[in-house]
């Protein structure tokens, strides 16, 4: 199934410039293999996205769809075919 994510222009370095990335994984794939997939062929933005234990990093938020995953099961969180996946880091200053 296809799952599209959308990078931010301030992570969209760690993906050579891209601003989306189309992204194939098996049916009833949870966001983590999204985001596995995406390290896969992006380790930079990989490592941006989540920590070492594989969670998302709590300075990032990460939407399936409308709703920030931490709100239903984080990296579990099943990802329904054709849905779009958002990054967004927090922002954060004087």
């Known amino acids: 199934m296809a ?5 931010p ?20 794939a949870t966001l983590g ?4 997939t995406v390290a896969s062929r992006h380790p930079r933005l ?8 594989g969670q998302v990093r709590r ?4 939407f399936i769809g409308d709703d920030e ?9 099943k990802v329904p075919d054709g849905t779009e996946v958002r990054i967004l880091p927090s922002v954060a200053g004087g």
């Open 69 to 77: 995953c931490r709100t239903l099961s984080g990296v579990d969180t």
């Open 33 to 36: 293999a999204v985001l596995d």
């Open 3 to 7: 799952v599209t994510v959308y990078i």
């Open 46 to 53: 990989g490592r941006r996205v989540r920590d070492e234990r």
């Open 59 to 62: 300075y990032v938020n990460v």
């Open 9 to 28: 222009g301030a992570l969209r370095n760690e993906a050579e410039g891209a601003k989306s990335l189309d992204v194939e994984v098996d049916a009833n």
